[in-house]
């Protein structure tokens, strides 16, 4: 698990120095590396080696996620927590507002916070205005 000491190559080796440089020894628990780290000869090839292919995998990681995110956005997934007020909400809200009722009580009768029905109002406004703008 090199990837947790550092977030990229540079980082790892960087770590790995300061640590050695306060005379406290690195111990791989586990992978190919396993056992004490030497920073000298051998042992630094081969970490730096290591430290490069976990940088790659991480990069590979990266990429994969991004593609798959935007795989999900293309069919209509975009993750996330739904809203928190829905379209039928969102009209009874209205129909409320417009009979001069408080928003408190309409979020109370809708079972919503307060802060996100003026948000999700707000947001509705502004909608409706940018639509009507020339």
Request: hydrophobic content about 45%.
């Amino acid at each position: 698990m090199l990837d947790r000491l550092g977030r990229n190559m540079v980082e790892l080796i960087t770590s790995a120095q300061d640590l050695a440089e306060r005379d406290h020894r690195l111990e791989i628990l586990g992978g190919p590396l396993a056992g004490m780290y030497d920073p000298q000869g051998a042992g630094k090839v081969l970490f730096v080696v290591f430290a490069a292919m976990a940088e790659v995998e991480r990069e590979f990681i990266h990429e994969r996620t991004l593609t798959g995110l935007d795989t999900a956005a293309e069919k209509g997934n975009h993750g996330g927590r739904p809203p928190a007020v829905d379209g039928d909400m969102l009209a009874v809200a209205l129909r409320r507002r417009d009979a001069k009722e408080s928003v408190a009580s309409i979020a109370r009768h809708l079972g919503v916070g307060r802060s996100t029905l003026y948000r999700t109002l707000a947001a509705y406004d502004a909608a409706v205005a940018t639509r009507e703008s020339p």
